[in-house]
């Protein structure tokens, strides 16, 4: 128990670190988007952190340090695109307008560390696992494996289809509903949990493997209830009104469905 604690304040210290840093660049750039790529960054430094200290089987280590380098990389590659190209991230905008001009800056500090904090528990699925000493791959490593992949590979999917989609300058008013998104109004959402339910899997046998379950059950309420769908939508419903509101009535919202 000693060295989970240690390892959990390890990584809670080097993201707070990180957000404070990123949070000095924004006060520069006025762009609160740089959070999100604090976040991807944030769980390579996490991933780094345990992988050098867990004292978990090896191959079991490096595996899972593997998923979250290639998930997180993406990630991150695909959000540093958005933040140099676009201008800043509606769902920010809108907090900041929500804030208000007074005290705003602090509570963007408060905000990103408060993502810190998130990255640091929802860690805890990968700590479980790079603390697991047993010399043997469980079968619900490989579930876990498989999970993953389905994720990061419809994640990146529905992430291209996207941007293809918005490329087209006819494409401006109009509301996507190409590929994944004739079935789902967040396809993006959706892989994004499932990669998260691999994560749990992959930990699932290790010892204290049910605790696993914190991840998932806080990403799916991150997502569906709090920062992804609900502001997302809130931002669509504004720029393009009747036609989103059609596409809400026909298409599932989160889970991949077919035309109501």
């Not at 604690?5 to 404070?20: C, D, N």
Request: hydrophobic letters at 50%.
């Amino acid at each position: 128990m000693a060295d989970f604690v240690l390892l959990m304040g390890a990584s809670f210290i080097a993201t707070i670190g990180l957000m404070t840093i990123l949070w000095l660049i924004y006060l520069i750039r006025k762009n609160a988007g740089i959070v999100d790529l604090g976040w991807c960054v944030s769980f390579l430094l996490v991933g780094s952190i345990y992988l050098y200290l867990g004292q978990g089987f090896w191959i079991r280590k490096w595996v899972l340090a593997g998923m979250i380098f290639i998930w997180a990389g993406r990630l991150l590659s695909y959000l540093m695109n958005r933040y140099i190209h676009t201008e800043e991230d509606p769902r920010y905008v809108q907090i900041r307008e929500a804030w208000g001009s007074q005290h705003s800056n602090a509570k963007f500090l408060l905000l990103y560390w408060f993502q810190g904090l998130l990255v640091v528990i929802l860690s805890i699925c990968f700590l479980i696992a790079f603390r697991d000493p047993n010399p043997y791959w469980y079968p619900m490593q490989t579930w876990g494996l498989l999970f993953w992949l389905l994720g990061v590979g419809g994640e990146a999917l529905a992430d291209y289809q996207l941007e293809s989609f918005k490329k087209d300058p006819l494409n401006n008013a109009r509301v996507c509903n190409k590929g994944l998104w004739n079935y789902s109004r967040h396809p993006n959402y959706f892989f994004e949990w499932i990669t998260w339910i691999g994560f749990c899997l992959y930990g699932w046998s290790s010892p204290f493997g049910i605790f696993t379950l914190i991840s998932p059950i806080i990403m799916l309420i991150l997502l569906v209830r709090i920062s992804g769908i609900p502001l997302t939508e809130a931002h669509l419903l504004k720029t393009k009104g009747d036609a989103y509101r059609d596409y809400q009535n026909t298409t599932s919202s989160f889970i991949p469905w077919i035309k109501m």
